[in-house]
């Protein structure tokens, strides 16, 4: 049989060293799924249960391989369900690229079934990157630009193929006019700015004598850099939500993360500071970095398109982290004002000492944040950890502690409900020799993780290693946003929206021979962790948590206070024990620290 350009298609991805596409069939792209058939499943095709969580599995896959991820739907309804798989990627700056089909050329512009205007569908989500192949000579093209793009832009990018093209011919374009010939790979440069501005950077921070670093995942293979600039200027390291995994939180001067699911000590380290070296970051909350006229500042970022904003830097050097920060130390002076360290060190210490208090304050029946603090001292130095959109982010960011190799990740600008399940899925085909931890709300599993615990069930016996722990905070409750309504708009709990049923999250598990474990003692949540952490197969913690636990900043304003208790006082369900809790969570701040 001749080759198709289904056959063409997967052939051009083999030659890319693509091992893995996410998808679910249709027939959109029949063409391409019988080519897969002839081509023994090269690269591996991955079915999951909804399209959204096929590209939340690619965003995964390519957020902790480091290499682009690729996701196929069939036309219409397929590729409508990518599409907030796709945001995630796109505003979290993930290479990913979706292969889509569309109806046949013959039918299209006849409202045909299933036909929908894809362009426009994906002009914007990908709107790096998007094209229909509608003759074979076009497809190397079309491809190799929508792979390149992507790993360029770290963007999204999608390429249409008609169903009736999948399974024509393939012919490649010849030496003729209006054929445009394509070659794979790529050669990547090392960017770093100036002599110039590297020495004009250094003055700036030389002259300082509080400096604050906030590093993102624009950092992420600059560790040793970053450790070496903050000792020479005795800095303090705040990291943005997606660079939790860039250094190392056992170091007395990483005050963890900023912003609203922050520390206060990143919060006091921006208070405090009179210089600010921002790496590889565009976390958006200005108002918690240093006021405008206190500090002067210096952006590192190697996308020129994403510099400069959110503080008023004096300069921005568009450069690769590591490099640009390598070239930076030769010129930095021995910051020799110790006592701003200090500071930023006590502040450290305390605060993880808070943490623990926090965590050991009873909850009905268990305390969310115990189920992170026992976490913390049992994770594998090479394990992954992903979490929800929900209260789950909260504990994530403050109260585990990341160290040697542990990489993680969140939704962290969609902040999209659901993709902790279907990232540790993509992690596990990338990476399938290490241990996955998923952390899910319980509305996040209704809606996507229960279906996704299919997937695992299908394919944990290929992994490498199979433990994949999916924790579920069982509080009943959509409690993040419970928790907002009560914070930011006076608004009681309103049980109509925010309650969510009864589900017995291990019973689904155990039904699909997978291990199941429930948590309603606190005292079981570390040996519940031992086990998930020992066992031959994937784990599902249905961890009973107390929806009375407040996810507020540690440093909320009194306006937020104020707002949280005007709110019980209109009728709260919870308002007695909400009131209790908080308070006694709360107190853990404020109350003096025996000396340890
Ligand atoms: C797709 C999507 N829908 C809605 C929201 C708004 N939202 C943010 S957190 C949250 C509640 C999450 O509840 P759950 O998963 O049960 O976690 P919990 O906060 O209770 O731990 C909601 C509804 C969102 N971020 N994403």
């Not at 005050?255 to 790496?279: F, H, K, N």
């Given at each position: ?484 309504m009560r914070a930011m708009s006076k608004s009681p709990k309103f049980v109509e929206s925010q309650a969510v049923p009864d589900v017995d999250y291990a019973a689904f598990a155990a039904g699909l021979g997978l291990q199941a474990i429930t948590v309603r003692d606190p005292e079981q949540i570390g040996p519940a962790w031992d086990r998930a952490l020992s066992a ?61």
């Amino acid at each position: 049989m001749a080759q198709t350009v289904g056959d063409y298609l997967l052939a051009r991805l083999r030659e890319w060293g693509v091992e893995h596409v996410f998808s679910y069939p249709g027939d959109g792209i029949n063409g391409i799924l019988a080519a897969w058939a002839r081509a023994d499943n090269d690269p591996q095709y991955v079915q999951s249960r909804h399209e959204e969580m096929s590209a939340f599995e690619a965003v995964g896959y390519a957020k902790f391989t480091g290499r682009v991820g690729v996701c196929a739907a069939t036309s219409g309804p397929g590729a409508i369900h990518l599409l907030n798989g796709l945001y995630d990627a796109k505003l979290d700056h993930v290479p990913v690229v979706a292969i889509v089909g569309q109806t046949a050329r013959s039918a299209m512009g006849g409202s045909y079934q299933q036909e929908v205007d894809l362009m426009s569908l994906f002009k914007d989500v990908a709107s790096d990157y998007v094209h229909m192949v509608t003759v074979p000579e076009q497809l190397p093209n079309v491809l190799d630009r929508a792979i390149r793009v992507a790993m360029t832009e770290r963007a999204p990018t999608a390429l249409i193929i008609p169903a009736d093209v999948q399974e024509l011919e393939y012919s490649p374009p010849t030496h003729e006019f209006k054929m445009v010939p394509s070659s794979t790979g790529i050669q990547w440069p090392t960017t770093v700015p100036d002599d110039a501005a590297v020495r004009q950077a250094a003055e700036l921070l030389n002259a300082g004598k509080k400096v604050a670093m906030l590093v993102g995942q624009g950092a992420r293979g600059a560790r040793a850099e970053i450790e070496e600039v903050a000792d020479l200027l005795d800095a303090g390291v705040a990291k943005a939500l997606l660079g939790k995994d860039v250094i190392s939180d056992d170091l007395p001067y990483v005050t963890g993360a900023i912003g609203l699911l922050g520390t206060r000590p990143s919060y006091e380290l921006m208070q405090g500071c009179d210089t600010l070296l921002t790496v590889g970051s565009s976390f958006p909350y200005s108002q918690f970095l240093p006021d405008y006229d206190q500090a002067r500042a210096v952006q590192i970022d190697v996308d020129g398109k994403l510099i400069g904003m959110r503080y008023p830097y004096e300069l921005n050097l568009v450069g690769d982290a590591a490099q640009t920060l390598r070239a930076l130390v030769p010129h930095l002076k021995r910051n020799k004002n110790r006592s701003w360290r200090k500071e930023i060190e006590s502040n450290v210490a305390r605060w993880w000492e808070t943490m623990d208090k926090e965590a050991a304050v009873a909850g009905e029946p268990t305390n969310p944040m115990r189920l992170f603090t026992e976490l913390s001292k049992r994770l594998p130095s090479n394990a992954i950890v992903t979490a929800d959109s929900g209260s789950a982010a909260n504990w994530y960011a403050r109260h585990l502690r990341f160290r040697d190799d542990i990489r993680g990740s969140l939704s962290g600008t969609l902040a999209t409900m659901g993709p902790a399940v279907p990232y540790a899925i993509g992690a596990k085909f990338g990476v399938p020799d290490r241990p996955c931890i998923a952390f899910s709300g319980d509305g996040a599993m209704q809606m996507n993780g229960l279906a996704e615990l299919i997937t695992i069930q299908r394919y944990w016996q290929d992994w490498s290693d199979p433990r994949l722990v999916v924790a579920v905070l069982h509080n009943n409750d959509l409690n993040q946003v419970t928790w907002e309504m009560r914070a930011m708009s006076k608004s009681p709990k309103f049980v109509e929206s925010q309650a969510v049923p009864d589900v017995d999250y291990a019973a689904f598990a155990a039904g699909l021979g997978l291990q199941a474990i429930t948590v309603r003692d606190p005292e079981q949540i570390g040996p519940a962790w031992d086990r998930a952490l020992s066992a031959d197969r994937p784990t599902v913690l249905d961890v009973h948590c107390d929806p009375k636990m407040p996810p507020i900043p540690p440093h909320a304003t009194f306006e937020q206070m104020k707002s949280t208790a005007e709110a019980m006082a209109k009728g709260d369900e919870e308002a007695v024990g909400v009131v209790k809790t908080g308070v006694k969570t709360k107190l853990q701040e404020l109350l003096p620290h025996r000396k340890g």
